[in-house]
């Protein structure tokens, strides 16, 4: 399968502790993105990477988030002191560096539960 | 104001209906525009791009209507496995963010 892979699938974890996900974007793309989406909402942008480049970063997005794509590969979120409020699917896509209309190939995501 | 509008539903329709569902966004700089699917429990997939001009993919239709800044999504014949999540998905001229909806939600029922 060389689809979008996300680890771990589950993550629960207790208030204030340290958190990070992996994203494995499709091996060909150069744009990655994260999501984090709650139960009856849409997806929710967190961040884009182009290559190892962040190049833009949501408004909503605490100093707590923290993403990183050093090598233009994988992709890595880090959450800080996790609140309760954290707990959502956090979702990662990838996509080809196409001209107009660029569809969106998403992760499995990793749920994560904060108690 | 969400910058991506939808009428969450749920929508219940039997099989055989046809269903439309409409979405409207609020950036009139917004370029590209798409509609996911998303399954219970699963991630979002692509169900098709929307063109100016209208398109379609089988029993699919597409519309966009920029003036009024509305897109929409008609399902003819529905299918038992057409129940889903519907993602209005919109994304900005000269920016990476791609900007989901809430979703309408379907049921189509025997």
């Known amino acids: 399968d060389t689809g979008v892979s996300q680890n771990p699938r589950h993550k629960i974890t207790k208030r204030g502790q340290n958190v990070t996900f992996r994203c494995d974007p499709i091996?060909?793309?150069?744009?990655l993105y994260w999501y984090r989406q709650t139960l009856g909402q849409g997806p929710e942008f967190l961040t884009y990477?182009?290559?190892?480049?962040?190049?833009?970063k949501s408004r909503l997005l605490s100093d707590r988030f923290s993403a990183e794509r050093p090598k233009g590969s994988f992709s890595t979120l880090e959450i800080q002191r996790t609140e309760q409020g954290d707990s959502a699917m956090y979702l990662c896509?990838?996509?080809?560096?196409?001209?107009?209309?660029?569809?969106?190939?998403f992760g499995s995501g990793t749920q994560l539960s904060v108690l | 104001r969400k910058e991506v509008e939808q009428d969450p539903g749920p929508f219940n329709v039997p099989e055989g209906a046809t269903v439309a569902f409409n979405c409207t966004y609020s950036?009139?700089?917004?370029?590209?525009f798409f509609w996911y699917r998303q399954d219970c429990r699963k991630e979002p997939k692509l169900l098709m791009s929307?063109?100016?001009s209208g398109n379609e993919d089988g029993r699919f239709t597409a519309q966009l209507n920029r003036a009024s800044q509305y897109i929409s999504l008609l399902i003819r014949d529905s299918k038992l496995s057409d129940s889903a999540t519907y993602l209005c998905?919109?994304?900005?001229?000269?920016?990476?963010?791609?900007?989901f909806g809430a979703g309408t939600r379907l049921f189509v029922k025997a």
């Open positions: 896509a990838s996509s080809p560096k196409e001209r107009v209309n660029e569809k969106l190939f």
């Open positions: 091996s060909e793309h150069n744009r």
């Open positions: 990477f182009q290559n190892e480049a962040q190049l833009e």
């Open positions: 950036n009139s700089a917004s370029q590209s």
């Open positions: 929307v063109y100016s």
């Open positions: 998905v919109v994304k900005r001229a000269g920016g990476f963010k791609t900007i």
